[in-house]
């Protein structure tokens, strides 16, 4: 395979898991019937085969990821097992095990970023693509903050019915996560104490740099075009 067509493919794939990653937050982001709790289950748990096979390249890479996203799957799907006391210990693990996961994958776009000698739309794409991870990941480590210490946080009374469910926390924590990343500042979640006030000057302080890596791809894949066409 040629150069040229293995960039091809990498930019299919990456266009590919942008779009699942952007229904993936629409899904998240709404809070889950018992009827359509399977349904965002199973395609959580598809997202995550997605991010591991687009992502990570190396053959040790692959295996550890791998290891870690079969061990959150198992944590989250026995949930619909365990008993309803086991619920907090469960989502604490599986919490902590997808925010290694996500992470990593995110380390692992930016170092393929910045040691790629060319910019190109699969660098935009995957830049992109590490965004919105980052920012799943982040929730991540919200709600395990929340797990410990729910005191940290001061929670809109209008919204505190999700707190209590699975789903219901990952749909408040990805909210919040994105606006904390963004810097929108929504009060439906107040960080009040740390954890929670320094993961969220974190997820700031995060979100500006980040923003300025996706913006230099863009301006760098605009002067390669400009300079193809000047030839």
Known sequence: MSAGDTGAVHHRKYAVLLVLLCIALAVETIYPR????????????????????????????????????????VFSWSRYLAAGDLDHALSLVEQTVLAIFLWGAVYVILRDLFRSPTTGPESVLGAICGYIIAGDAWARLNAIAYLLIPTAYSIDPAVTALLPDWHGRVALFTYYAFAQVLTIGYNDVTPIRAPATTLSLFASLFGVFYTAVVVSQFVGLAQTAKGSGDE
């Open 34 to 73: 018992s009827a359509e709790r399977f349904f965002a289950d199973t395609f959580r748990t598809l997202l995550g085969v997605a991010i591991w096979f687009v992502v990570f390249k190396h053959r040790r890479e692959r295996v550890a990821m791998a290891s870690l996203l079969l061990a959150a799957t």
